[in-house]
């Protein structure tokens, strides 16, 4: 590969198409080194693709990128694991913080089993923790066509005027103009008179646009009619105390249409446990849409698509990270959704005030630029959030953590147990 074509080719093809350059020292296949010189780099790649490597010398005009081993594309499969399914929870505990914690030390490998309260043991008073403030909405509807076949609806994302994005399944898909009448139940019993309309408008791509068209405004159409959206390895319908459960004590702004389940563990008391502790706290915004469920489907995991979601990180954020640096402390994220939004918001280099999409796609080899530890769940084999967490630490490391949490018993996925990931407090 010569000067010319590096230059003239977008990174992102390129690490696509040849192999990844590695500087996390996994095991090579037939490794080479090369020479790659990058003319007006920074000008020709967005600032979000730098994160992918590491430059050893800039001048006004010239990059230099030292001789690098290539290694070959990381495959879904390198993520996975083997999980019994006595082990997915499939009920909350109950007490919230009555679940198991397993901590490990990332810079040293170190395991050690708790209790979730324990976490306040490991946070120092100079750290800042941040949490993700999203409420679930209950976006599982059921329908009746106008011919008589059964729909199910899961709303993707709120748009607005009545209309939202979904997932339809159905024997037969509607076509556009067709109504669905709303129904409380969802083993195809006739809807009620006055029933709420929605009528099909159209599709994008995977989802359905819809829009109510009778029976009030969307917000108490939900509230009537909507069931809370459990993900799908749990094998149950929704209850009431799902209501409670399958949300955060500090949800704010609605918008989700799944939780951000690393913070179901915490309760009110154990927030002021750690506020008493002088641990600050922050809050951002990232509405979590049905795609975090979308498994891999490509051999490379760097073709992998992510789905897009709404997130907010305003100036209180980036000024807590900020004087949370200045004492010395830790960014503790809580979930891999305030994982990616606070990376997201700081993609060109430093962290600032961030309201839009992200699509961000963490995995081995990514340089994380706010985040020092993270409260997280257990996640499913050759999911984009194990790659996530995969990129946090050694992937080995997680791996053989997981292994351990399987032998023993530890509860997985979104009611089950957690982990906390961590590289040790500055003296």
Request: aromatic share 10%; proline share 5%; net charge negative.
């Amino acid at each position: 590969m010569d000067f010319e074509s590096i230059v003239s080719t977008n990174f992102t093809t390129l690490a696509r198409t040849a192999c990844r350059i590695s500087h996390w020292g996994r095991p090579f296949s037939e490794p080479r080194i090369i020479p790659i010189a990058l003319y007006t780099a920074k000008n020709l790649w967005p600032a979000r693709e730098w994160g992918r490597l590491r430059l050893f010398s800039r001048t006004p005009v010239f990059y230099s990128l030292a001789a690098r081993k290539i290694e070959p594309a990381m495959k879904p499969s390198e993520f996975s694991y083997q999980l019994p399914e006595q082990l997915i929870a499939h009920f909350p505990t109950e007490q919230r913080t009555a679940s198991r914690l397993l901590c490990l030390d990332v810079d040293s490998g170190t395991l050690q089993h708790r209790r979730f309260p324990d976490l306040v043991g490991y946070l120092d008073e100079r750290d800042l923790l941040v949490f993700n403030n999203t409420r679930v909405i209950p976006a599982r509807l059921f329908a009746i066509k106008q011919t008589g076949g059964q729909v199910e609806i899961l709303i993707e994302r709120v748009l607005d005027d009545g209309r939202f994005l979904a997932q339809l399944r159905a024997s037969k898909s509607p076509k556009p103009g067709m109504q669905l009448f709303l129904t409380n139940e969802s083993d195809g019993k006739e809807p009620g008179e006055g029933a709420a309309v929605l009528e099909v408008l159209g599709r994008d791509q995977q989802f359905f646009e819809l829009k109510l068209v009778s029976g009030g405004e969307l917000g108490a159409v939900l509230d009537s009619y909507g069931h809370m959206p459990l993900p799908p390895y749990i094998k149950r319908q929704d209850e009431e105390l799902d209501q409670e459960r399958y949300q955060t004590v500090y949800a704010r702004e609605s918008g989700a249409v799944a939780a951000p389940t690393a913070g179901l563990h915490f309760d009110d008391e154990l927030l002021e446990q750690i506020r008493k502790k002088g641990v600050s706290t922050a809050f951002l915004t990232l509405h979590v849409g049905a795609g975090t469920f979308q498994p891999v489907r490509v051999d490379n995991i760097e073709d992998h698509q992510m789905h897009r979601e709404r997130i907010s990180v305003d100036q209180s954020v980036v000024d807590a990270v900020a004087e949370c640096r200045q004492r010395g402390g830790r960014v503790v994220a809580v979930g891999t959704t305030s994982v990616r939004s606070l990376e997201s918001a700081a993609l060109e280099g430093e962290l600032r005030p961030y309201q839009g999409e992200t699509e961000i796609f963490i995995y081995p080899g990514y340089e994380f630029k706010v985040v020092d530890a993270m409260v997280t769940n257990f996640h499913l084999p050759e999911s984009t959030l194990l790659m996530l967490v995969s990129a946090f630490a050694d992937q080995k490391m997680i791996l053989d953590a997981y292994a351990e949490a399987v032998a023993q018993q530890y509860r997985f996925f979104s009611y089950g147990d957690a982990m906390f990931l961590y590289h040790r407090a500055r003296d």
